[in-house]
């Protein structure tokens, strides 16, 4: 019973990613992300967000050159993460490559926003 709802969760997560938007260029979410914990030394210490790594769900690479990650868990929906990503030159986040600088017209690194839906939290053993 608990694989039945798991996998319904999983597939709710799924068609939510592919088919919601705020418009018809930008998806509501940019995939499913899994967010990987460093192991605590000591008991009852707070988790250390330096070591932490970020996974694509999906293909279980690296995400490269992630700056920040502001997770959201509202108790009536699904876990959820913005990431701050360097973005390309089409200003989409930069996921499955080795990223590359790219300046905008002001100089500096080209980043962006970029919101998740969060697969998996762990900790690294």
């Not at 990987?36 to 932490?52: D, F, I």
């Not at 999906?58 to 876990?79: H, L, N, Y």
């Not at 701050?84 to 499955?96: F, M, N, S």
Request: charged letters at 25%.
């Amino acid at each position: 019973m608990t694989t039945d709802i798991a996998q319904a969760r999983r597939e709710l997560a799924e068609a939510i990613a592919e088919s919601a938007g705020t418009d018809e260029d930008e998806p509501a979410y940019y995939g499913r992300v899994i967010i990987e914990w460093p192991a605590q030394h000591r008991k009852g210490h707070v988790l250390a967000s330096h070591g932490c790594a970020i996974f694509d769900a999906e293909t279980g690479k690296p995400i490269p050159a992630v700056s920040r990650a502001a997770i959201t868990a509202d108790v009536t929906g699904f876990i959820t993460c913005d990431l701050t990503l360097l973005a390309d030159e089409d200003g989409k986040p930069v996921l499955d490559r080795t990223p590359q600088f790219i300046a905008n017209r002001d100089g500096e690194i080209r980043t962006g926003v970029f919101p998740f839906l969060v697969a998996e939290m762990r900790v690294r053993t």
